[in-house]
C-alpha cells in the first residue's frame, strides 16, 4: 500500500526521486502518549545505528488501535506517516529529517471551526 501512494502521489515525488529505505513494522503493543492513542509513529534511523540498520527511516503501524479502521483510513495513515520522511537534496548531498506537522491545533477546534478558521476569505 505504501509503495503505491509513494508511486502515485505527486506530493511523494522526493521520495521517488531519492533512494531513502524505508522499513514497515507492524507493532502489536497497544501504544498510548498522554492518554492519547497512537495509530502510527515515523521515526529517522539515527546515524549511528546506521552500521546495524540498512534503513533510513521506519514507519511503525500499532495494530491494536487501528483494528476498526476501514482501508481508507488506513491508507491515510500511511500516507500521513510518510509525509514525515524528509528530504533535502543539496547538490550531490542528501540528507533525511523528520518533517514536522503542517498544523498544530486542537482537536476540538477542528471539530467545531475546521483546520481552515483563521484563513481570510478573499473574495473577488
Ligand atoms: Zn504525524
Not at 105 to 123: P, Q
Request: glycine letters at 4%; charged letters at 30%.
Amino acid at each position: 500500500m505504501a509503495k503505491r501512494l509513494i508511486r502515485t502521489l505527486p506530493e511523494f515525488e522526493e521520495i521517488r526521486e531519492s533512494d531513502v529505505r524505508i522499513a514497515y513494522l507492524s507493532s502489536h503493543k497497544q501504544k498510548k502518549r498522554r492518554n492519547r492513542i497512537i495509530y502510527g509513529e515515523c521515526h529517522k534511523v539515527d546515524e549511528k545505528y546506521a552500521w546495524c540498520c540498512h534503513y533510513d527511516f521506519f514507519i511503525v503501524i500499532y495494530e491494536p488501535n487501528i483494528m476498526d479502521f476501514t482501508d481508507k483510513q488506513i491508507e491515510t495513515l500511511i500516507r500521513h506517516e510518510l509525509h514525515h520522511v524528509g528530504i533535502s537534496f543539496e547538490g550531490e548531498d542528501i540528507s533525511y529529517y523528520i518533517e514536522p506537522h503542517d498544523i498544530e491545533e486542537f482537536w476540538e477546534i477542528i471539530h467545531d471551526c475546521g483546520l481552515d478558521w483563521s484563513e481570510v476569505n478573499a473574495t473577488g
